[in-house]
């Protein structure tokens, strides 16, 4: 089973837009308890049981303990705001290219496919307050996946709405072709193709989020 309940969200989002495909890099930014990660794994072949599909690989980083799971590199006691933390992702990444480079799995300049951020500071209850916390950790991930990350890739991020809310979407849409505002699609991907997938953002505070995404 999964860790945690939010395991349906994503399963939800990439039933829709298949996000997740065999082969692909991805990185789950605020990984604990797992289950994300859990999601991901089958889904990019990171365990390798697809015998005859691309293994795709998943580095997960939490401040917090993560519990292992089979497929997934996992990088727990970390601090997404801190750059070494940034800078040890890569380094993990690196590493992982040269030896499957060695091994004539993939060429040699592999870049993500897709970067998650689920990263939630501790709720103060005070709404505004919250909002503006967990932007800066979207903004951070959307820098990180703008410098290390593929043309085509694919963004996920939950952000608390809020006054701010309006400018990061403004800003996104700059850089992706798929925006997803509060279930509505803003801006429609060229295809949605496994391959060829492109972004989201994605607000969960709406209670209605779920319900309302029929797209
Ligand atoms: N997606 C996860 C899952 O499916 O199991 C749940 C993530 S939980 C909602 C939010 C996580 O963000 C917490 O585990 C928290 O420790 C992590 N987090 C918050 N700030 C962080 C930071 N600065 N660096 C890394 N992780 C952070």
């Known amino acids: 089973g999964y860790r ?15 996000l997740l495909c065999p082969g692909q890099w991805i990185v789950d930014c ?3 308890p797992g289950a994300w990660t859990q999601v991901c794994v089958p889904r990019i072949n990171s365990d390798g049981k697809q015998l005859k599909q691309p ?9 917090l303990p993560i519990e292992p799971i089979p497929g997934a590199i996992l990088l727990p006691n970390y601090d997404f705001t801190h750059e070494k933390a940034r800078e040890k992702i890569l380094e993990t990444m690196r590493a992982v290219q040269a030896e499957e480079v060695e091994e004539g799995e993939i060429p040699p300049s592999q870049l993500f496919d897709g970067v998650l951020s689920d990263m939630a500071p501790n709720a103060t209850g005070f709404s505004e307050a919250d909002h503006y916390r967990i932007l800066s950790l979207v903004k951070l991930a959307i820098e990180f996946a703008q410098e290390n990350a593929r043309k085509k890739s694919f963004f996920v991020a939950k952000l608390w709405d809020g006054p701010d809310t309006q400018s990061v979407v403004q800003d996104l849409e700059q850089l992706y072709k798929m925006l997803i505002v509060r279930s509505k699609i803003k801006q429609q991907p060229s295809n949605n193709k496994c391959q060829d997938s492109e972004a989201f953002y994605v607000d969960t505070k709406n209670p209605q989020f779920f319900k309302n995404m029929h797209i």
């Open 4 to 18: 945690a309940r939010s395991a349906f969200k994503l399963t939800e989002l990439n039933s829709k837009f298949n």
């Open 30 to 32: 605020g990984a604990a």
């Open 55 to 63: 293994k795709g690989k998943i580095i997960s980083i939490d401040l």
